[in-house]
């Protein structure tokens, strides 16, 4: 028999113990080349897509990674592991901070567990890592979060200064009178400013002036989000 013909066999415990040990310490990503070798032989294991998933995500295949979770995701819950489930849900969330798609099923989740403020916390903070360079998915997520919390100020405030700088003012100016009477403190003087900023007639200035005398220019441009 020639001698290229031969095959190594399958050993799929040498393979997952030479990966776990090499995941542990800075090899990873010869682990991942290892578990992704049991993969190409059970394409539909759970537990092994729960180990490549946070791999892929770290390597910076986040599609491949997204589709890992998933595939946990539906294989879990097939077989009535709920708990493996939610595990999958929380992990993708962590792992892929960028993808909306990520964060608008975590948001689900959150949902159906009765934490809607958690859900629009998970959906606003997204947003905030999309604003710079995505800005047009950042507003979308607002505009989900502000759904599930008729206008909440953190959400509206944000989505107001998304909007403007999206060239979008009109709308922007909507939501800023939605807040009117409904804001104080650091909150207030953003609300104002920033619809001066929109609309810089003399009445916004000197609402801005008043205000932010009035607050002691006590105003936290970034908001911690404290969604209850």
Same mark, same amino acid.
């Given at each position: 028999m020639p001698l290229f013909s031969r095959r190594r066999v399958y050993d799929r415990k040498r393979l997952l113990d030479q990966a776990s040990k090499l995941e542990s310490g800075w090899r990873w990503r010869r682990a991942l080349s290892?578990?992704?070798?049991?993969?190409?032989?059970?394409?539909?294991?759970?537990?092994? $897509?729960?180990?490549?998933?946070?791999?892929?995500?770290?390597?910076?295949? $986040?599609?491949?990674?997204?589709?890992?979770?998933?595939?946990?995701?539906?294989?879990?819950?097939?077989?009535?592991?709920?708990?493996?489930?939610?595990?999958m849900i929380t992990?993708?969330?962590?792992?892929?901070?960028?993808?909306?798609?990520?964060?608008?099923?975590?948001?689900?989740?959150?949902?159906?567990?009765?934490?809607?403020?958690?859900?629009?916390? $998970?959906?606003?903070?997204?947003?905030?890592r999309l604003a710079r360079k995505r800005r047009g998915e950042a507003i979308i997520l607002l505009r989900e979060a502000n759904a599930i919390g008729p206008r909440h100020p953190q959400v509206l405030i944000r989505l107001s200064r998304l909007l403007f700088r999206d060239g979008q003012a009109a709308e922007a100016l909507f939501w800023l009178e939605q807040l009117e009477g409904r804001v104080g403190g650091a909150e207030l003087v953003d609300v104002v400013r920033l619809r001066f900023r929109i609309d810089p007639t003399f009445g916004n200035l000197w609402a801005w002036m008043r205000c932010r005398s009035d607050c002691r220019g006590r105003s936290d441009r970034r908001h911690k989000i404290r969604i209850a």
């Open positions: 290892l578990y992704r070798q049991v993969l190409a032989a059970e394409p539909y294991d759970p537990e092994l $897509h729960a180990r490549v998933a946070p791999l892929l995500a770290r390597s910076r295949r $986040h599609y491949e990674a997204r589709e890992s979770y998933r595939i946990a995701q539906s294989e879990f819950k097939r077989t009535g592991k709920t708990d493996r489930v939610d595990q992990g993708a969330s962590e792992a892929l901070p960028l993808d909306p798609d990520v964060a608008r099923q975590r948001a689900r989740f959150e949902r159906a567990k009765n934490r809607a403020g958690d859900a629009m916390r $998970h959906l606003v903070e997204t947003s905030d």
